[in-house]
T-cell receptor, first 110, second 114 residues
Framework: GQQLNQSPQSMFIQEGEDVSMNCTSS?????WLWYKQEPGEGPVLLIA?????ELTSNGRLTAQFGITRKDSFLNISASIPSDVGIYFC??????????FGTGTRLQVFP | DGGITQSPKYLFRKEGQNVTLSCEQN?????MYWYRQDPGQGLRLIYY???????QKGDIAEGYSVSREKKESFPLTVTSAQKNPTAFYLC?????????????FGSGTRLTVV
C-alpha cells in the first residue's frame, strides 16, 4: 500500500534556528498537504500544494511540491516556541481520503 | 461558530467492554472520517462515510464499528474485539470532492484500557 515517510522523526532546536523536514512517497501525488498538530489537539492545515515544483509560503513557513511528485518539503524560518508540535505531510487518494506521513516532532528551546 | 466536536476528551475502558466515541459537526460537511493515532505511526484511517447511511472500512477497521444515521453525527464504537485499543482517536469531516483539502479535525479522544 501507499506510504508516506517523513524525516527527521524528531528535532530539538534552539529558538531562532531554521527547520527543514521532508516527506517521501512510493506513489505520485497530485496534491501535497502539510498539517501541524499541537499537543492534545487535532491537526490543522498549514499549506496546500497543487503543482509539481510549486513553492508556497504561509508566514515563516515555506513548502515545496517536489518535481517528481513523490516528495515534498517544509521549511520553518526563525523558529519560535509556539512552533512546537508534530508536523504531518498528507496526500489524497481515492477521491477524499487522506494518507498521512509518520510525522516530525519539533521541540524548540528558548 | 461551526466546528467539529469530539467527546469525551478522555475515556477509560476496562478490558472486554465496548465503548462509543462521539463525533458531531455543524459544518454541513458530507464526508466524515475516523483516524487512529499511535506514537511514531502517524494517522491511520479506521472508517469513513461520504453520505448518510453509508460508510466504508479504512485501513484498520477490525475491532471497530460505526454508524451514520444523521449527516451531523458519526459515532465510533471500539469493541472488545479490538486487541490494542489504547490510542488517540481523531474525527474529521469535509465536503465531498475536495480531494482531502477541506478536512477539519476535532480535538480528539484519548482512550485508555485499564
Amino acid at each position: 500500500g501507499q506510504q508516506l515517510n517523513q524525516s527527521p522523526q524528531s528535532m530539538f532546536i534552539q529558538e531562532g534556528e531554521d527547520v527543514s523536514m521532508n516527506c517521501t512517497s512510493s506513489s505520485i501525488f497530485n496534491t501535497w498537504l502539510w498539517y501541524k498538530q499541537e499537543p492534545g489537539e487535532g491537526p490543522v492545515l498549514l499549506i496546500a500544494l497543487y503543482k509539481a515544483g510549486e513553492l508556497t509560503s504561509n508566514g515563516r513557513l515555506t513548502a515545496q511540491f517536489g518535481i517528481t511528485r513523490k516528495d515534498s518539503f517544509l521549511n520553518i524560518s526563525a523558529s519560535i516556541p509556539s512552533d512546537v508540535g508534530i508536523y504531518f505531510c498528507a496526500g489524497p487518494y481515492n477521491t477524499d481520503k487522506l494518507i498521512f506521513g509518520t510525522g516530525t516532532r519539533l521541540q524548540v528551546f528558548p | 461558530d461551526g466546528g467539529i466536536t469530539q467527546s469525551p476528551k478522555y475515556l477509560f475502558r476496562k478490558e472486554g467492554q465496548n465503548v462509543t466515541l462521539s463525533c458531531e459537526q455543524n459544518l454541513n460537511h458530507d464526508a466524515m472520517y475516523w483516524y487512529r493515532q499511535d506514537p511514531g505511526q502517524g494517522l491511520r484511517l479506521i472508517y469513513y462515510s461520504q453520505i448518510v447511511n453509508d460508510f466504508q472500512k479504512g485501513d484498520i477497521a477490525e475491532g471497530y464499528s460505526v454508524s451514520r444515521e444523521k449527516k451531523e453525527s458519526f459515532p465510533l464504537t471500539v469493541t472488545s474485539a479490538q486487541k490494542n485499543p489504547t490510542a488517540f482517536y481523531l474525527c474529521a469531516s469535509s465536503h465531498s470532492g475536495t480531494g482531502g483539502v477541506g478536512y477539519t479535525f476535532g480535538s480528539g479522544t484519548r482512550l485508555t484500557v485499564v
